[in-house]
């Protein structure tokens, strides 16, 4: 997709959401409300197949476009599993199975349930040498301890379509695409944190002037505008490996914006709930239904230590003269 485009698409999804997403949305979605008039206007402006070919009914977008959207999504809170949703599109699509209509779930290794996975309709499996779409069983529904949005067990039922895994997917395809996801949502949702807390800070009087004008207040929300600057180029990073190499080939920068984005994500909510003080705790404000997604996402699909792990792992069975030039010299366009 073009440049511009893609800042066309972002605008409209970004404005579909400020319309509509309000902090009563988000409270209510803890309460195990559906936003079906929310999902409704995703499905109608064709993002949940995104990811899918032309030819197979979709928008043909790349991963790069998709961690754009899902960056637009995280700076809202991501109120609907769309990412979920148009990651499992895109991985059946690519291993020539054609998506059913609906919301499709995500099945991640490792992973306790799907977010809204009442909802799902089909479940996608993408591990080892094949792609799976499924039925679902019945779903044991819950909800997550920090982020309190719905969560649930839910298990392939019978099989409708196999196809081999695709070697641009890798034996890894549904935790990695599970990394990008909650990377590209955390570097949106903690802009959005920043913007909060800039705000407060820009408003908030104490001792006859704002708390931002406190030397203090200021080198603390530096701090945090550098660790989000750093989160969204990592993110937007793996995007563009994954849309040039695929999912296996871009298992080095999707791992290190999963470690990026998470580490962020933990200074960036202690340093805005320091800025809020006890304002920022209060179920009345609105900074914790996005400091609690940071905190969720940050451990879904494997924390930093999971994902460094990785990387440390990968750097020595490539030994010690690969090390500088892989960390200095990978070409964009070539395969891993």
Not at 201 to 214: E, K, L, Y
């Amino acid at each position: 997709m073009s440049d511009e485009l893609r800042t066309i698409l972002l605008e409209q999804v970004d404005r579909l959401l400020a319309d509509t997403v309000t902090p009563a949305l988000l409270r209510g979605l803890e309460q195990g409300i559906w936003p079906g008039a929310l999902w409704a206007e995703m499905e109608g402006l064709g993002l949940t197949l995104a990811l899918v070919p032309d030819a197979m009914g979709g928008a043909g977008l790349g991963w790069d476009d998709a961690a754009a959207l899902w960056q637009v999504l995280g700076r809202h809170a991501a109120p609907v599993p769309l990412a979920e949703s148009m990651a499992a599109a895109g991985i059946l699509a690519a291993a020539g199975i054609t998506p059913p209509a609906g919301l499709l779930g995500l099945v991640v290794p490792g992973e306790a349930g799907l977010p809204w996975g009442r909802r799902a309709g089909h479940l996608v499996a993408a591990g080892g040498d094949s792609v799976t779409l499924h039925h679902p069983a019945a779903a044991q529904e819950g909800r997550g301890a920090v982020s309190r949005l719905p969560f649930d067990r839910r298990t392939p039922g019978p099989q409708v379509a196999a196809a081999p895994m695709p070697a641009t997917l890798g034996p890894d395809a549904a935790s990695l695409a599970g990394a990008l996801i909650h990377a590209a949502q955390m570097a949106g949702a903690l802009e959005a944190v920043l913007d909060m807390s800039v705000d407060y800070a820009t408003t908030r009087r104490q001792f006859g002037r704002t708390i931002g004008g406190f030397q203090a207040v200021q080198q603390l929300l530096a701090q945090a505008a550098g660790e989000v600057a750093a989160a969204g180029v990592a993110a937007a990073q793996a995007g563009r490996s994954a849309a040039r190499r695929g999912l296996a080939g871009a298992e080095f920068e999707i791992a290190s914006a999963k470690v990026v984005c998470g580490e962020a994500a933990g200074k960036v909510a202690a340093i805005a709930h320091q800025v809020h003080a006890a304002m920022g705790f209060t179920d009345e404000h609105a900074l914790h239904l996005h400091t609690r997604r940071l905190w969720t996402w940050r451990d879904a699909c494997g924390a930093e230590r999971v994902w460094a792990r990785r990387i440390g792992t990968a750097a020595l069975a490539r030994g010690g003269a690969m090390l500088w030039p892989d960390l200095t010299a990978r070409d964009e366009g070539a395969a891993a």
